[in-house]
Nanobody, 124 residues
Framework: QVQLVESGGGLVQAGDSLRLSCAASGRTFTILAMGWFRQAPGKEREFVSAISGSGGSTYYADSVKGRFTISRDNAKNTVYLQMNSLKPEDTAVYYC?????????????????WGQGTQVTVSS
């Protein structure tokens, strides 16, 4: 009942930055935690970051900690992922997802609605 659409992906070089956006529509009356995941070719989807419903709590995978920042603007029903100091290993399709609850839990099973993804490619 909630639709998520990611945008902002692209082709960049190592060290560059990108900001991904995830716009939510539909049944968004309840503000829940949101997360970002990514999936590289031949690999399973992995957790990247999550933010609580209020935006007061965040969680990051060790691989992106210190480089990525998740944020949200509930008035716009949008969550963002600011990605700095990008590395080739960050190359993947990035997905945003809406959690089942308001708390931050870095597990894929705790997220329900999913976007269709946006491609991020980082060249060396």
């Amino acid at each position: 009942q909630v639709q998520l659409v990611e945008s902002g992906g692209g082709l960049v070089q190592a060290g560059d930055s990108l900001r991904l956006s995830c716009a939510a529509s539909g049944r968004t009356f309840t503000i829940l935690a949101m997360g970002w995941f990514r999936q590289a070719p031949g690999k399973e989807r992995e957790f990247v970051s999550a933010i609580s419903g209020s935006g007061g709590s965040t969680y990051y995978a060790d691989s992106v900690k210190g480089r990525f920042t998740i944020s949200r603007d509930n008035a716009k029903n949008t969550v963002y992922l600011q990605m700095n100091s990008l590395k080739p290993e960050d190359t993947a399709v990035y997905y945003c997802a809406r959690a089942w609850g308001v708390a931050v839990i870095p597990h894929e099973a705790d997220f329900g609605s999913w976007g269709q993804g946006t491609q991020v490619t980082v060249s060396s």
